[in-house]
C-alpha cells in the first residue's frame, strides 16, 4: 500500500504526458503535460519501413541515466515492431561536439527515417538536419523549439519541477542544516532547471537551509563524463556536513552517488538522490544512500513519439513537453515517515493543478 501511495507522486504529474494541446509552451503555472503544434504529416509509413537512429551527445548511451533512457524508449519501440539492431535500429556515440552533423548524416545516408538527438548541444545540429530532410522525422531530447519545423519535435522536461520535489524531500530529511547538489554544466538549460528547482524545493521547506550547488567547471565535452570529479566534489560536500546530495550530470553525478554510498552513514545519516531516470533500476552502487531520483520520463515519451509515427507516419511539429516527477523510495519506502510523504504529495498535487510554481525563471 505505501509503494501504491508514493506512485501518486509520479502519476499525479505524470498522466499530463497523455494530454496534447495546440500550443507551443503551455502557461507558466502549468504542470507538465505534452504540449505539441499542429503536427505536420508525411507519407504513412508502414512499421515494416521503420528505421530508428540515435545520436548522443559527447556522454556514452550506457551513462545508467539520460542517454540511457532514450536508448531504451528507441529500444522498447524497436523491439514491439520487430526491427533488428544494426539494420533496423543503432546508436551512434558523439566522441567531439564536432561530429554532431556528421553522426546526423550516417543515419541520414543510411535512410533511417527517425533520427532521435539526445542533449541541448545537439539541436543546432538537428534542426539544420530536419530543414535539409523534410521527409525524416527528427526527435531532439532537452531540445526547446523556438520556430515550429513540420518534421522535428522538441522533447522537453520541466527539470525545474522534478528537482523542487528533490529538494524538499532532502530539506525534510535534512539534519545538518547544509544539503548540496553536484551537478554538470550550466551551459545546459535542463541542468540549471535541476539544479534551481532543487534549490527552490529545499528553501520551500526551510527558508534558512544552505545549499551548496556545484557545477562541473569543464567543457561540454567533459562535463558529463567525469566521475572522479563528481566523486571529490560530493566529498568536499560531505567534509562540509551536507547530508543529502543530489547528482544530476550523467556519469559526473553517478560518481557523486557512489561516493555518498560509500561514506559511513550512508542509508541512515547520508542520503542521495539520483536524476532523469529512476537511478535504482540503473545504478546498484548507489543503493545504500539512494532514496529517489528526480525524473524526467524520457524513455515513455520517446516510445509515444516514435509509435505516433509508425502508426500513420505523422510527425509532431513543436514541443512536446514529457512528465516529470520523483521515483519510488524502493528499500527506503518504510523509513520515510508518513508526513514526508504526505507533504511531497501535496507538492505534487500544487505542481500538477498550477496551486503552485517553482520560482523557477528559465
Known amino acids: 500500500m505505501q509503494n501504491k501511495r508514493f506512485a501518486i507522486l509520479l502519476s499525479i504529474v505524470a498522466v499530463f504526458t497523455m494530454v496534447l494541446s495546440a500550443c507551443t509552451m503551455p502557461a507558466p503555472s502549468a504542470a507538465p503535460e505534452a504540449a505539441t503544434e499542429a503536427a505536420g504529416a508525411a507519407a504513412p509509413a508502414p512499421a515494416t519501413a521503420i528505421k530508428i537512429g540515435l545520436v548522443t551527445d559527447v556522454g556514452r548511451v550506457n551513462d545508467r541515466s539520460f542517454n540511457q533512457s532514450a536508448w531504451d524508449g528507441v529500444v522498447e519501440v524497436a523491439t514491439a515492431l520487430g526491427l533488428t539492431e544494426g539494420d533496423g535500429f543503432k546508436y551512434i556515440e558523439t566522441q567531439d561536439s564536432k561530429d554532431y552533423a556528421d553522426n546526423i548524416q550516417q543515419f541520414v545516408d543510411a535512410e533511417f527515417n527517425v533520427i532521435v538527438t539526445v542533449g541541448f548541444a545537439l539541436g543546432e545540429a538537428t534542426i539544420k538536419a530536419a530543414q535539409e530532410n523534410p521527409d525524416i ?80 567547471p569543464g567543457e561540454m565535452s567533459q562535463a558529463f563524463v567525469d566521475p572522479e570529479w563528481g566523486a571529490a566534489t560530493a566529498k568536499q560536500a560531505l567534509d562540509q556536513k551536507a547530508d543529502v546530495i543530489f547528482g544530476a550530470g550523467g556519469q559526473t553525478g553517478n560518481g557523486a552517488l557512489q561516493e555518498v554510498a560509500s561514506a559511513p552513514g550512508a542509508g541512515t545519516e547520508l542520503f542521495c538522490i539520483g536524476v532523469d531516470s529512476d537511478q535504482w533500476e540503473t545504478l546498484p552502487a548507489a543503493h545504500p544512500c539512494l532514496v529517489s531520483s528526480a525524473m524526467k520520463l524520457i524513455t515513455p515519451s520517446v516510445v509515444d513519439l516514435i509509435n505516433a509515427y509508425a502508426a500513420d507516419g505523422a510527425m509532431a511539429a513543436g514541443n512536446y513537453f514529457g512528465g516529470a516527477g520523483l521515483a519510488p523510495f524502493h528499500d527506503f519506502e518504510d523509513k520515510i515517515p508518513q508526513e514526508i510523504k504526505d507533504k511531497l504529495n501535496e507538492i505534487a498535487a500544487g505542481l500538477a493543478d498550477g496551486s503552485l510554481t517553482t520560482g523557477y525563471q528559465p
Open 137 to 216: 522525422y527528427f526527435i531532439g531530447v532537452d531540445q526547446f523549439q523556438g520556430e515550429v519545423l513540420p518534421n522535428l519535435t522538441g522533447l522537453v522536461f520541466r527539470e525545474d519541477q522534478s528537482g523542487f520535489l528533490a529538494g524538499a524531500l532532502a530539506a525534510q530529511l535534512n539534519k545538518t542544516g547544509t544539503i548540496a547538489a553536484v551537478l554538470g554544466t550550466d551551459l545546459v538549460p535542463p541542468v540549471v532547471a535541476y539544479g534551481q528547482g532543487y534549490e527552490l524545493g529545499a528553501k520551500y521547506i526551510n527558508p534558512e537551509i544552505t545549499v551548496l550547488t556545484t557545477y562541473h
